[in-house]
């Protein structure tokens, strides 16, 4: 590993206020890309199911959910506009020297982008204008669009983790080969989790609204198709996240051994490392968890032998901050298993016939759902953003070398914050209002039609 040599002259004021913002911005903005690659595909799958058995219900909820697509996919352009103008303003040196680089994916994220929207706009505007099948066939590159856009991003996030396709000649890029930088080693494991994690994470959030609807008594068969649709595919993906995720183990035991050492604490090289549960790092040791002996070597290797690195390979001032990765790494991990859980529980409902909607109970648990695939997602997140510390380009670009030398970086903070509240303010407003919207339950079968009232008989003296 070695640094660039540059540091640039920001305060640790200044330094704080970049991360921050840009941690929260990202924050912010991947809650929402979430569900701009997910809800396409379960809009499309409901009006497909609508036109297949001339069913309503499908019909209907596919119209609410590209409604809700659309506003999302508004407030997610202008949250990706906002995080696109932060990687050059506070991070200008990273651009400057990696921009080559790290703009080919970002290039091709736009791409992918302005097709998502042209065909999302097509899609909209083409209810009722164009013919059944033809409109759905316009949702097609719209999802393809979606995915294929996190794609092109988590590419670049995962060269900055594992940066090739290039060489260093006093500080300055050559022989630059942009294909081989965004196919990366950390390329597929991340990008393959990261999308799983959309699909899970908006899964799980569009059924908890309908089983939060459900609780109180909303059991028709408009609010169930509802929660089945999306609930069903987050379900079927939280095991396949497990085995992703120890893809993910093995690509850290080979290519970042300092980053797998800190989400687990591990201080010393260990053969034979004990997997940990829980725990808080305290003065270079990790306290107070509970150990599974030679878990983490069979984890990172296969082998309950093998010989995992610890911190102690690398001198301190290049080790990741231990607790907030290791905390993190532990929450993503306990609600993945309690998704897999629940995810067992829903097939057992099934496979037993039992009535969702009176399972009190489970609907209880899938509503909390929503908010827990949000805390897993920025959980993932924080251990791999904060576990590549105190690198910006692992082994070449420090943080402190990267951010803008210049002050009042605490003034863009606060205007951002600002620009966020309304901005949750606003997206919150829109979706109640379009969910008070109300449904015509008698025309889509999901009510019986009352009989109109007759005149009373009158009996003749």
């Known amino acids: 590993m070695r ?34 690659v997910a809800m396409p595909a379960f809009t499309v799958y409901a009006e497909w199911r609508g036109q297949r058995r001339n069913d309503p219900v499908y019909t209907m909820l596919a119209h609410r959910w590209a409604r809700a697509m659309g506003v999302l996919f508004a407030v997610g352009a202008v949250s990706g506009t906002i995080l696109s103008f932060e990687m050059g303003l506070l991070w200008p040196r990273l651009m400057a020297v990696y921009g ?27 209810w009722d204008r164009l013919p059944p099948k033809l409109h759905l066939l316009t949702a097609v590159p ?14 670049a996030n995962a060269w900055m983790n594992q940066p090739r396709g290039f060489n260093l000649d006093n500080g300055r890029v050559v022989g630059a080969d942009p294909w081989k930088a965004m196919f990366n080693p950390a390329a597929p494991p991340q990008t393959t989790h990261m999308i799983i994690a959309a699909f899970m994470v908006a899964g799980f959030g569009i059924s908890s609204v309908y089983a939060v609807a459900m609780l109180r008594g909303r059991r028709d068969r408009y609010h169930r198709l509802g929660f089945t649709i999306p609930f069903t595919v987050a379900a079927v993906l939280a095991p396949v996240q497990l085995l992703v995720g120890d893809w993910a183990a093995k690509f850290l035991y080979e290519y970042q051994p ?13 053969k034979g490392a004990p997997l940990s549960l829980g725990g808080v790092y305290v003065n ?51 609600l993945g298993t309690a998704f897999i859980a629940l995810a067992a529980w829903y097939a057992f409902i099934r496979w037993r016939r039992r ?67 309304v901005l949750t303010v606003a997206t919150v407003t829109v979706l109640r209002r379009l969910a008070r919207i109300p449904l015509d339950l008698v025309s889509a079968g999901l009510a019986p039609q009352e009989p109109a009232p007759q005149e009373p008989t009158r009996r003749t003296p």
């Open 142 to 155: 719209l999802c393809i669009a979606g995915v294929a856009s996190a794609f092109f991003v988590v590419c």
């Open 100 to 126: 080559e680089l790290i703009g080919f994916p970002f290039t091709l994220e736009g791409t992918a982008f302005f097709l998502e929207a042209i065909f999302l706009g097509v899609y909209l505007y083409g």
């Open 355 to 421: 009535d969702l909607a009176h399972s009190r109970w489970f609907l209880t648990a899938a509503s909390v759902a929503g908010i827990g695939a949000v805390l897993a997602l920025e959980a993932g997140w924080v251990t791999t953003e904060v576990g590549r510390q105190p690198w910006i380009v692992y082994g070449h670009m420090r943080v402190i070398e990267a951010v803008n030398p210049e002050p009042g970086l605490a003034v863009g903070l606060i205007a951002v914050l600002a620009v966020y509240t």
């Open 284 to 334: 270079g040791e990790l306290r107070y968890a509970l150990h599974i002996p030679n878990a983490l070597s069979i984890l990172a290797d296969w082998d309950p032998h093998s010989t995992v690195y610890g911190l102690n390979t690398v001198p301190p001032d290049a080790r990741p901050p231990v607790t907030p990765v290791h905390l993190s790494f532990q929450v993503m991990v306990g």
């Open 3 to 36: 640094s660039v040599g540059v540091v640039l002259a920001a305060t640790p004021g200044d330094l704080v206020a970049a991360r921050t913002q840009m941690a929260f911005s990202l924050g912010w903005h991947i809650i929402i890309a979430c569900f701009g």
């Open 258 to 270: 300092v980053k797998l050492a800190a989400i687990e604490g591990l201080t010393n090289t260990t």
